[in-house]
């Protein structure tokens, strides 16, 4: 959520069209076979032929990606993110941990993968975690220092020297869809992972509203930031592809008509991996694809609302192809050897 809206704010010091763009086979598989999709922001967006992928293509250079990341300064980037570090945020980083530790009871090492100004991580610090994050900005450690926020690495993973197979989780979240190649960066990510680690990832949802009714905002989610743009298929496909296992998906979000009818857009996480359906988790918090401010039990007007309207029109027609929300959310586990 945060990257999100810093986005936005990037988005004033970048030039309307970058120049020098280059064609790209798929990112994930690495086909030359793609047909157009759409245009977002006045930057073409390609389907890959082979896996249905979803790329800003032609694709940006790594100077790009640096022209576009250093539009400000350090004192800005640190006056951004403590302004949208607010309590809903933080309330939102502590559902995601208890539903990590749903999953790895037994605190360990966690990394937070372009943790920016770390306010995820320090979370996971204060429950206990061995928690590390890293980012390529050196405005991300100012802003750890200013908090007195310890273990946050600054630069490149084999910069740092992380020793492979340290961590028993690992989180990134709002962050592939900016890479340049994901799939090659995320198998580099893995091999900090344990055998039997958590690997949990989220990403923009390209199978959302917004898109579908050829709005070119797509929750400020355009291009050239992002340049990657995944459903749940080429999501789960990427995590096939690198080696993972026990993959779950789940929303983060939720249409605001959806919510309003207090539908639940999708299965617990807990459940999904076996630990109960009616756990003490699910009736706090609801499920890992509830947003954080529908509850569970509607006055029966509302109730009888929804179900009429689920009846003669949803579920019919459209609820399948709405259901989804606005972020993609995967959690996976690498293989015991």
């Known amino acids: 959520m945060i990257q999100a809206v810093a986005t936005s704010e990037l988005q004033d010091g970048v030039s309307s069209k970058l120049s020098g763009l280059v064609n790209s086979n798929c990112p994930l598989c690495n086909s030359p076979k793609s047909r157009f999709e759409t245009t977002i922001a006045t930057y073409q967006l390609d389907k890959c032929e082979n896996c249905d992928f979803v790329f800003m293509n032609p694709r940006c250079t790594p100077e790009h990606l640096e022209e576009i990341y250093t539009v400000r300064d350090e004192e800005e980037l640190v006056e951004l993110y403590a302004k949208i570090a607010s309590a809903s945020v933080i309330a939102e980083y502590q559902q995601k941990l208890e539903r990590i530790e749903a999953l790895v009871p037994n605190k360990g090492r966690l990394l937070d993968f372009a943790c920016a100004a770390g306010y995820f991580f320090e979370q996971a610090q204060n429950r206990g975690w061995d928690a590390h994050g890293c980012d390529i900005g050196q405005w991300a450690n100012r802003a750890a220092k200013e908090r007195g926020l310890k273990n946050l690495h600054v630069g490149m ?30 198998a580099n990510l893995l091999r900090l992972l344990k055998p039997g680690g958590l690997l949990y990832i989220d990403v923009p949802n390209y199978q959302t509203l917004p898109i579908m009714l050829g709005r070119d905002d797509f929750m400020l989610n355009e291009p050239p930031q992002h340049i990657n743009y995944f459903t749940p298929s080429t999501l789960r496909q990427m995590l096939q592809d690198v080696g993972m296992e026990k993959i779950k998906l789940t929303s983060d979000g939720g249409l605001k008509w959806e919510n309003l009818l207090g539908r639940p857009i999708t299965s617990d996480i807990a459940s999904a991996y076996g630990l109960g359906e009616d756990s003490q ?10 947003d954080a401010n529908v509850v569970s039990t509607r006055p029966g007007l509302k109730q009888s609302l929804k179900s009429m ?23 996976s586990f690498k293989p015991v050897k």
């Open 309 to 331: 309207v689920k009846a003669t029109l949803i579920e019919p027609v459209f609820y399948n192809r709405f259901r989804v929300g606005m972020n993609l959310a995967a959690y």
């Open 281 to 290: 988790e699910d009736r706090k918090h609801g499920s890992p694809g509830d």
């Open 157 to 186: 993973l084999d910069e740092i020297g992380f020793e492979p197979e340290s961590f028993d989780v690992i989180y990134a979240a709002q962050v592939f869809e900016h890479l340049l190649s994901p799939k090659v960066d995320l």
